[in-house]
């Protein structure tokens, strides 16, 4: 029998240019089984009663608690101090240049990243480059388990480069690597009769990589340097160690760590943050996909099914079967947030449980006025919450040691919203309410404070363990795939990217509400939080809807407060956000090609004054593409982005992208070299001439 390529579920049932290999490989084909979160609140307050019965039946009382908090994505060191992370009056922020006139949307058959005129691109690192002195070169013919974790992973997505401050001319860029697509690293031949090696290659590109960077020139091209001092790979065979009141739970107890406080390996990183003290923190978010069940409730609750997985990692490493005796927690170690010292290669990472258990978008980190570090979260799946955690102690800007501690320690929160319209101008059309805008109000409701549990029924450990369940059970609002959370550094108001939710209304399924105001919501909004009293420690909050993303052209329910439609950039799908020195928010974009049928791009949106809700897009991604990790150094002329699965849809044999190598004949593979596509880390740079002008092309191969 010849080799074939993986089944693909999802075939038939993507739109436009939306590949059934990425729904595959990056979230095991989540839109085409149930949701996770299927009914009314009451429904799963059930299923957590009768779980959570179960386990205190088996001895598994209340402990003592904290809650944890996570950092976020800034503009890197040199741009982003602790202090930033203080609100500041807006328009104080000096600085910042990146002129640019937006660019057309870009066909998503195009296989090249598309910049606009007077700007040129280039990438720092590729999946496959060497990390330390005496790595083997990339070659996908001949790539082993051993060398792939010496070697940048696959599918780089959260980005940042912390710059030495120093000199400014140096710092580490550390990237995470959110899943792997077999059916482009492997030759398909090879792949079935190598399976194990083939799964144990696919392991070690997952994690983070950490690599040091150099420029000669503070607005220059930054390059990598093999052999760095601070190089360091983390893949699923790494160490970690449990942090929080779950860390020791029975829980988290396996026969491999009958102790419940190490665990091996990080899975599904998606985004994250660099917290104000210097480490990186990712959430694990897709984890299901890994892990054959038993078949449990609080199994089905995190979307892990009884069957055989597509990866078959369970038949390579006992602990992905959980129907294995003795692993029946493992799953139980995944999920959560995760922090790195990107300054110390020798440190052990650290898994924090009280930032609770659910599939982690990321999470940032907003210093409050009082000094509490406050983090933010997003569980990205459709009709899941919203999360915020506040530390006990606080912030110190000269003791990066004990800051270190902030996320072992604080109350957990999750987010009901109201809104102030009636309910019956709500009919999920999205078109606005008399009043002229979604908005309401909101309350954080508490999960675990003080450290005691606040979920009736539930301990602390359970809480976090089974963070699902419990806001469940304390009715928290159901959102349109809340991703990735961030804090301006201007303002202080907070920005959450609802990416998408096409079951929204539909038979069965919870309809339209004020903060997620369209059915079939298939392009994604943008909304915009202002803390009781700009205190990132209240738990109260007003909100608005500052953009209803989709084609203006086409689709008559998109809104961007007000800007006229008609002079904005086409957006869909927002994904993850960052910000410039001045306050702009930055939106890249997941999922574009299903919905608008333009590649996806990375945006520039203006937040305040008469051009507030004004949309230009600065870039677009090669085919098959997504926009990930924009890092945005504004005062530099640069912008950094992570392309994620490049010509996914393609195979080994026959490629559906060549980027960024672009290699026209198969046989120059080897050397460094790929003939198909590799994920890239780029850096986007102003290029200008000698008296001003720009010279760059827009284009690069």
């Not at 990205?380 to 902030?406: C, P, Q, V, W």
């Not at 230009?616 to 991604?621: K, P, R, S």
């Not at 080994?652 to 198969?666: E, V």
Request: charged content about 25%; proline content about 5%; hydrophobic content about 30%.
């Amino acid at each position: 029998m010849n080799p074939t390529r993986t089944l693909l579920p999802m075939l038939g049932h993507t739109r436009g240019g939306r590949s059934a290999a990425t729904c595959h490989f990056k979230c095991g084909d989540a839109c085409v089984k149930p949701d996770c979160n299927t009914s009314d609140n009451s429904y799963f307050k059930d299923i957590a009663d009768k779980a959570m019965s179960r386990r205190n039946i088996l001895g598994l009382g209340a402990v003592g608690a904290s809650a944890l908090v996570v950092g976020p994505q800034f503009f890197g060191a040199s741009e982003a101090s602790a202090a930033t992370l203080v609100p500041m009056k807006n328009g104080s922020n000096k600085g910042g240049k990146l002129a640019f006139d937006a660019i057309e949307a870009v066909s998503r058959s195009v296989d090249d990243l598309t910049v606009p005129e007077g700007y040129d691109w280039a990438p720092i690192i590729r999946w496959g480059d060497p990390l330390f002195k005496n790595t083997a070169q990339f070659d996908a013919n001949k790539q082993s388990a051993k060398k792939q974790a010496e070697q940048f992973g696959y599918n780089n997505d959260y980005l940042d480069i912390i710059v030495d401050k120093y000199s400014g001319r140096t710092g580490v860029l550390v990237a995470n690597h959110e899943y792997t697509n077999e059916d482009m690293m492997f030759d398909a031949a090879w792949f079935e009769a190598n399976k194990d090696e083939a799964r144990r290659i696919a392991m070690n590109a997952h994690g983070f990589s950490v690599v040091e960077v150099k420029r000669k020139k503070n607005d220059k091209q930054w390059k990598y340097v093999q052999g760095g001092e601070r190089n360091r790979r983390i893949t699923a065979q790494t160490e970690f160690k449990v942090d929080g009141p779950a860390a020791g739970s029975d829980l988290l107890k396996t026969v491999a760590d009958p102790t419940g406080t190490k665990v091996l390996g990080t899975l599904n990183n998606c985004s994250g943050g660099t917290t104000p003290w210097g480490t990186v923190l990712s959430g694990e978010e897709n984890i299901d996909q890994y892990f054959r069940g038993k078949g449990t409730a609080e199994e089905a609750r995190y979307g892990i099914g009884a069957k055989a997985t597509e990866r078959g990692w369970e038949d390579t490493d006992p602990r992905f079967g959980l129907n294995h005796e003795g692993y029946e927690n493992e799953a139980n170690r995944f999920g959560w947030v995760i922090e790195i010292d990107p300054q110390n290669p020798k440190s052990t990472p650290v898994k924090h449980t009280n930032l609770g258990r659910f599939k982690h978008e990321g999470a940032n980190v907003r210093i409050a006025k009082n000094g509490k570090a406050v983090a933010y979260s997003g569980d990205d799946s459709r009709f899941e919450y919203l999360y915020k955690f506040i530390s006990k102690g606080t912030y110190s800007k000269h003791d990066r040691k004990a800051n270190m501690n902030l996320l072992s320690e604080g109350d957990l929160y999750v987010a009901k919203f109201s809104g102030n319209s009636p309910v019956s101008e709500i009919d999920g059309s999205g078109q606005l309410p008399s009043d002229g805008a979604f908005d309401g109000t909101g309350t954080w409701l508490p999960l675990v404070k003080g450290g005691v549990s606040k979920v009736e029924g539930m301990s602390v450990e359970e809480v976090l363990v089974y963070t699902r369940l419990a806001a469940d059970k304390i009715g928290a609002t159901k959102m349109d795939r809340p991703e990735d959370v961030e804090p301006s550094p201007v303002s202080g108001k907070l920005y959450v990217a609802l990416t998408n939710n096409s079951d929204r209304g539909k038979e069965g399924k919870e309809g339209a509400t004020e903060p997620n105001p369209r059915v079939s919501n298939r392009d994604g909004h943008i909304l915009e939080l202002t803390e009781a009293g700009n205190d990132a420690t209240s738990t109260k909050f007003t909100w608005n809807i500052l953009l209803v993303a989709g084609d203006p052209k086409v689709n008559g329910s998109t809104y961007f407060s007000g800007y006229p439609t008609d002079k904005v950039s086409p957006i869909s799908c927002p994904d993850n956000l960052a910000f410039d020195s001045k306050g702009n928010l930055w939106i890249s974009t997941d999922g574009a090609p299903s919905t608008i049928g333009y590649s996806d791009a990375l945006h520039k949106v203006t937040l305040t004054g008469k051009n507030r809700g004004r949309v230009e897009q600065f870039l677009a991604v090669p085919t098959g593409a997504e926009t990930c990790g924009p890092l945005i150094h504004d005062k530099d002329n640069s912008v950094f982005v992570a392309v994620q699965h490049p010509g996914e849809g393609g195979t080994f044999a026959s490629p559906a992208s060549l980027f960024p190598d672009f290699l026209q004949n198969p046989a120059a593979s080897g050397a460094g070299k790929f003939y198909g596509p590799r994920p890239t880390v780029v850096q986007v740079f102003k290029n200008v001439d000698n008296n001003g002008k720009g010279k760059g092309k827009g284009r690069n191969k």
